[in-house]
């Protein structure tokens, strides 16, 4: 293409209204850019002087090609990092510099030798799993967060010592977290790094203050930790920084303690909430893609590792976790038909390259098939390209890998939102708004496959935190008790029944029924009001015990037990809280015995009042999917089939009790 001389163009608002929009919804910025504007264009934002972004995969090529010419990523970085990194930091020098530590950094995070990790960032992983909270929301960032720090600590910094350990797991987060300090980006470095400025700002607290007092404090640690490492050189270890400290360079010269310690926080700052983020995006679109997730979990039992591999990558196109790769140009640069001059920015927008129809169809969807088949190439650039790509690429991903494994194989995450979390800026990453608000149940509590075949994840998600909540409440409602007494009557138990009651609440009708039958079973969606069930009726020991109950948490659409395990069913006051009835209501029957009974009981949508109000329950109550009529509740039973034998309406049409019987031989001692 022949270059004019024209700029691109951009949009014309304040630089400060770019800013906060591109802040604000990032990747909605620059699409919207893209669309209006074309490939290359122009944006203001506060503290760049001029800054282009491409957003095409050849374009983006193009600007990592010219890493051997007039791009200069390091200088682009240098002010806003160094004052963090050091001097000497990979990400902020270049040319001669740049390449004696590249090329001794290069081979300890080759492939061949990251791999060797595997096993440790497993345990790593393994142990910070078992501490994860169960049956309660929780983010997953900062977990993932406690993992890639252990791991930078252990396989980076080689430290295994406890108490060290501990005084680097205290320290570096709070590094990392002064470094977030809005004015560290904000004020330019001239104002406050040197020896000058910094003086003055140590006279009154602020968060620079606190920066550079950790700052110091880290250093002090570091120092002390390769002090002790040079006077021990041990050649069997394998950590990152015990192969720099034994790597030489062309002219058999070594690093220094400074160039050490400004590669060890590089790599800290650079490696560790990249790749957690990474993760915490990996789960929040599993999470919302059940197939790929349901995929995967069968891949991972099997020891197969392709199709993990294909979440990883997909993950990183989808969620990108780093926006843009910066160049500083020191000199022009031909682009696109324009010639950007030097002394600007130029970078490839990764979310919007990696949207490119290149990637294969529904480039917004998340479909980790794509890199089975025909992987993407150019349009693939998580991290980045040309000679500046990410030196830590391979043990980002082998991490990944990893630890999805070692998640999927021991816990059942759930989202608590159905909605997809949004990609907001954070420091210079793209994190999940949320930070992935997840919640975990172990998998042997719930099968996931069984699981993972209900279509009603979100849905239900939302009725168990609903009933979470008022689960204090829930065994004091007298109607509801009444309702189920009513259920109960329905129900003529015997003493050889086994009872399983579905949506059991907080265990009230099983406390009535246990001392009367066989076995008596409740499951329900909500650990909290399991909690309170078990803590009234399974007390740990004590005479008077009775020993026929079990709580299970579990959802009516796949629920936990074999064919025909029970003889009598009750679901009372919760169908209309199943995101498929139908699916529910076939598993009551596929769990209830031959000539075994069942009864529900549920607000229903038959008198005039009920109809009006169910569409705003709908609209403000979570969890609420609707109410059935009462003929449709004896539908869905012989559909299942099953022989309806009673049906009325209690209080003046609003709420429907259906009794029905499985066909078959009655069970013996089973009342009638
Ligand atoms: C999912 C995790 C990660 C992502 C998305 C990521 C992404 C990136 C990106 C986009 C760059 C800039 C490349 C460019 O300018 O073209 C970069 C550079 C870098 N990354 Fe990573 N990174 C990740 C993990 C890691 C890890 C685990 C380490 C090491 C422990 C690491 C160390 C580095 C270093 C040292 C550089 C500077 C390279 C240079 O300028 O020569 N990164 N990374």
Redesign the pocket.
């Given at each position: 293409m022949t270059a004019t001389r024209t700029l691109p163009p951009g949009p014309r608002l304040p630089g400060l209204a770019q800013t906060a929009l591109l802040f604000r919804d990032p990747v909605g910025f620059l699409g919207s850019c893209r669309r209006r504007y074309g490939p290359v264009f122009r944006v203001h934002l506060v503290g760049f002087p001029h800054y282009v972004y491409v957003a095409d995969p050849q374009l983006a090529r193009e600007v990592?090609a010219a890493d051997r010419t007039v791009g200069r990523?390091?200088e682009g970085r240098h002010d806003f990092l160094a004052p963090l990194v050091g001097e000497n930091s990979?990400?902020v020098t270049e040319d001669e510099q740049?390449l004696r530590h590249?090329k001794l950094l290069g081979p300890v995070?080759h492939r061949k030798h990251v791999d060797g990790y595997a096993e440790e960032i497993a345990a790593i992983a393994g142990r910070e799993i078992e501490r994860w909270p169960l049956e309660e929301p929780f983010e997953l960032r900062p977990r993932m967060q406690e993992i890639t720090l252990e791991v930078?600590l252990r396989l980076?910094f080689g430290i295994a010592d406890g108490e060290r350990l501990e005084r680097f797991r205290e320290l570096l987060p709070r590094l990392l977290e002064a470094t977030g300090a809005l004015l560290l980006w904000l004020l330019p470095p001239s104002l406050w790094a040197s020896e000058k400025g910094q003086r003055r700002l140590r006279r009154f607290p602020n968060p620079l203050r606190s920066f550079l007092e950790t700052r110091e404090q880290v250093d002090e640690l570091i120092y002390e930790e390769i002090a002790r490492r040079r006077s021990e050189l041990d050649d069997s270890r394998r950590d990152v920084l015990s192969m720099l400290l034994r790597a030489r360079d062309d002219e058999g010269r070594g690093m220094s303690d400074i160039e050490l310690r400004d590669e060890l926080i590089?790599?800290l700052e650079?490696?560790h909430e990249?790749?957690a983020t990474?993760l915490a995006w990996a789960f929040e679109r599993l999470l919302r893609n059940r197939d790929a997730l349901e995929r995967l979990v069968a891949e991972v039992d099997d020891g197969g590792s392709e199709y993990l591999d294909a979440v990883v990558r997909e993950t990183?196109r989808a969620r990108p976790?780093?926006l843009d790769?910066p160049r500083l140009l020191d000199g022009p640069l031909e682009i696109g038909g324009y010639v950007i001059p030097e002394g600007w920015y130029v970078a490839p927008a990764i979310p919007s390259v990696q949207l490119d129809r290149s990637v294969g169809p529904e480039p917004e969807d998340f479909r980790p098939e794509r890199f089975l088949d025909e992987p993407p190439r150019d349009a693939w650039i998580?991290?980045?390209?040309?000679k500046?790509?990410?030196?830590?690429?391979h043990?980002?991903l082998l991490?990944?890998r990893v630890v999805i494994a070692e998640v999927v194989r021991r816990l059942r995450l759930d989202a608590v939102r159905a909605a997809p979390e949004r990609q907001r800026v954070h420091h210079v990453t793209l994190v999940p708004s949320k930070g992935t608000r997840v919640m975990a149940s172990p998998r042997d509590l719930m099968p996931l496959r069984h699981h993972a075949e209900s279509t009603s994840a979100p849905a239900a998600q939302a009725a168990r935190i609903h009933f979470d909540r008022w689960a204090g409440a829930y065994g004091r409602s007298r109607l509801l008790v009444s309702l189920q007494q009513k259920a109960l009557t329905e129900l003529r138990l015997g003493a050889a029944d086994r009872v399983l009651d579905v949506a059991c609440g907080t265990g009230a009708l099983i406390a009535e029924v246990a001392h009367r039958v066989e076995r008596a079973a409740g499951l329900d969606l909500s650990s909290g009001m399991l909690q309170i069930a078990r803590s009234r009726l399974l007390p740990d020991a004590g005479p008077g015990r009775l020993v026929n109950i079990e709580f299970r948490l579990g959802s009516s659409d796949a629920l936990p037990f074999a064919d025909g395990e029970f003889t009598a069913l009750v679901c009372t006051t919760a169908l209309h809280h199943f995101p498929e009835p139908q699916r529910s209501v076939d598993e009551l029957a596929r769990v209830l015995a031959p000539g075994g009974r069942v009864v529900i009981g549920d607000a229903c949508r038959d008198s005039p009042p009920a109809k009006l109000l169910d569409p705003l329950f709908r609209r403000f109550e979570a969890g609420h999917v609707g109410l059935q009529r009462k003929r449709d509740i004896e539908a869905m039973l012989t559909r299942a089939g099953l022989r309806v034998t009673t049906s009325r309406h209690l209080w003046l049409g609003v709420y429907a009790l259906v009794a029905a019987e499985r066909p078959g031989s009655q069970p013996p001692g089973a009342a009638q």
């Open positions: 990592y990523a390091g990979l990400l740049w590249r995070f930078i980076v590089t790599l650079a490696g990249t790749t990474g990183l976790v780093v790769t998580p991290f980045g390209g040309g500046r790509h990410c030196v830590g690429s043990l980002a991490e990944m």
